[in-house]
C-alpha cells in the first residue's frame, strides 16, 4: 500500500509487528552496539525475544570477525548469543566458497586473520594475508611469483591492503580460471563522532578496476547473507523482521529477500533519508524505505514486555 | 564525411596530411618506443617533422617522470627533445593546482618523487610521499595527524599506495576546502608480453570511493593536457595532429579537442577496437574512431622522405 512504508513503530503496531514474525536478523554496530557499548536496552530486547520464542540471528558485513569473536564482544557487552546465531562476512564468504563455488583450490586473500580462520574450518587454505611490500621494478611486479593452485580471491578488510596486494590479485585474475569475491562494498567504516575510515569496497573497487572485472559480494545488500541463514535455519521470508541502521545494505538486504524491514536510528542513516527514497520515484531507491523505524531497539521494550 | 575516418595512411594522403598541419603531438610509450626501445625509424621521424618546420610534442600519462627525466630518457633512446616539448601529467598536474586551481597551501601527495620535484618547481610543497605503514586501531586512523596547511590531495602512480595512505587522503578530503585532483585514469600500465601491472585509474577509483567525491584529472583524454601545450605554443587545434596507440586516451583526446588523430598500432589499441567503436553508433565513442592509422610511426617516413 503506497505511503503505508516508514511509519514509527511504538504501541500497538510494534505489538502487532512482533506477532508477525517469527525470525529476527539484526545488524550489530549501530544497532546493538556503538563503537564498544552496547545501545541500552539492547540486550533485554534480544534476551525477551528469545523468551517470546523468536529464533534471533545477527548479521553483519564486518569481515574483521571470526564468529567465535563475536560471540566473544557480544558477551562483554552483555548479550547471550552462540556461533551459530552469527553471520559474518568472514564465515560467510567461507560458505559461499565451499558450497556455492565448491572451490577446489586455495584462495588469495586480501582480508583479515578472521577471515583465514573461517576458510581454514571449512578447509580451505589461503595465501596472501598480512603485509606485501613493495620490491623491484614494474617487470618484476608483472612477474610476482604466483601459487599455481590459487583459484579465487577473495578481497575483505585488510589495513595491509597495498600496491603489491592489488598487484598481486591482478595476475591472479587474469587468469582464466580464477573466481573473483568480496566480502561487501561498504564504502566507509562510521566510527563515533562523525568520523570514518575507508571501508572494503574502497579496496574491492581497486581490485575490480585493475582486473576489469566484478566481483560477487556476499554481504548485505547481496541476498546470498539471507540465503546463508535461512539455509541452516528454518526461516520464513515473510515471518522475518530485518533491523538495521542502513537504508543501502540492511534495509535493501531486507526488500531484496521479502522480509519486513525496521530501521533504527542509532546508526548511520536517518529518516529524511528514508523518505526522500521514497519520494523518489526511482524504483531502485524504493528498496531502501523500511517498512518502519524507531529510535533505537530500546524501543521495542514495551511490546516485549506488556 | 561518414566513412571517411579510420583510413590507413600511406603515400600520398600522408604526404596531405602531414602539409596540413604544423604541430604534431606523440604519446610516448607504445609510440615512439615500447619499454626501453625505441621503434625503429621513430628518431628520424621526430627528427624529419622538426626538419620540415613542424613543432613536436610529447605528451603521455605516466606521472613517474618528470620533464628532465624524460628528455633523458629520449636522449638514450636516440630521440632529440628539450624539456619545454615535453607534457607529463607530473608535470601538467603541478601548472593545473598551480594556474587553473590556484592553490594556495600544501598538497597531500600519493604520487612519485617526480610528481614532488615538478610540484617544487612551481613553488608547491608537498607531504605524503613514499611509504606509510599501518599502526594503531581504527580510532588511530580516523585521527591520524593532518597538516593544518594541506589544501589539495593529487593522486598519481605510487606503488607505496597503501591503506593508511588511502585513509589520509580521505581525511584530508573530508574538509571542506580540500581540492582533488588525480594525474589519470589509466587502469594498467601495459608491459612487454601482453603484461600489465595496476594504473593510477585503480589508486584514484578506491580514494574516489572513500572521499564519495569525483577528482578532476588532468592527464588524457582530458583537454587539460592539450591547453597546457596551446598555452605555452601557438597550436592551433584544426592545425595539430595527435598520434597515440590508446583509442580511449590518446585518441578521445584528440577528438576532444578538434585536432587530427592518427592511431599507430605498436602499442594497445587494435583498428578492429577503433572500427567497432566506429559502427557502434554510440555517440561517446565516436570519440574513439581516428581519423588515420599506421602500422607503426615509421610509415610516415617515406612521405618525409620524398
Not at 503505508?4 to 536478523?25: F, I, T, W, Y
Not at 566458497?97 to 586473500?109: D, F, I, R, S
Not at 611486479?141 to 589495513?159: I, M, R
Request: neutral net charge.
Amino acid at each position: 500500500m503506497a505511503g503505508s512504508k516508514c511509519v514509527r513503530l511504538s504501541g500497538e503496531l510494534a505489538k502487532q509487528l512482533l506477532a508477525s514474525v517469527d525470525s529476527v536478523l539484526f545488524d550489530c554496530d549501530g544497532v546493538i552496539w556503538r563503537g564498544d557499548q552496547a545501545i541500552p536496552g539492547a540486550p533485554r530486547v534480544i534476551e525477551l525475544l528469545k523468551e517470546h520464542g523468536k529464533k534471533v540471528f545477527f548479521v553483519t558485513n564486518n569481515s574483521t570477525k571470526t564468529r567465535k569473536m563475536y560471540v566473544d564482544k557480544m558477551s562483554t557487552l552483555g548479550f547471550n548469543a552462540s556461533e551459530d546465531e552469527v553471520f559474518g562476512t568472514a564465515y560467510c564468504s567461507a560458505i559461499y566458497l565451499k558450497t556455492v563455488c565448491k572451490l577446489q583450490g586455495k584462495v588469495y586473500l586480501i582480508g583479515s586473520n578472521a577471515m583465514k580462520q573461517e576458510l581454514e574450518a571449512v578447509g580451505i587454505q589461503q595465501t596472501g594475508l598480512g603485509p606485501d611490500h613493495i620490491f623491484g621494478k614494474q617487470t618484476d611486479w608483472a612477474n610476482v611469483p604466483l601459487e599455481p593452485d590459487v583459484k579465487a580471491v577473495l578481497v575483505g578488510f585488510d589495513e595491509h591492503f597495498s600496491y603489491m596486494k592489488l598487484n598481486r590479485a591482478l595476475q591472479y585474475l587474469t587468469r582464466m580460471d580464477c573466481l573473483f569475491v568480496g566480502t561487501n562494498r561498504d564504502t566507509r567504516l562510521p566510527l563515533e563522532g562523525g568520523t570514518a575510515v575507508p571501508g572494503t569496497g574502497c579496496l574491492l573497487q581497486a581490485v575490480e578496476t585493475a582486473a576489469q572485472r566484478q566481483a560477487a559480494t556476499v554481504g548485505k545488500p547481496s541476498r546470498f547473507m539471507f540465503d546463508c541463514v535461512a539455509s541452516k535455519f528454518h526461516v520464513e521470508p515473510g515471518r522475518c523482521l530485518m533491523v538495521g541502521d542502513r537504508l543501502d545494505t540492511d534495509i535493501m538486504l531486507g526488500s531484496n529477500c521479502g522480509l519486513k524491514t525496521l530501521l533504527t536510528l542509532t546508526g548511520v542513516s536517518t529518516v529524511a533519508e528514508a523518505e526522500a527514497n521514497q519520494k523518489s520515484g526511482c524504483s531502485e531507491r524504493q528498496g531502501m524505505v523500511p517498512d518502519y523505524y524507531v529510535e533505537s531497539i530500546a524501543d521495542l521494550l514495551p511490546a516485549l514486555q506488556g
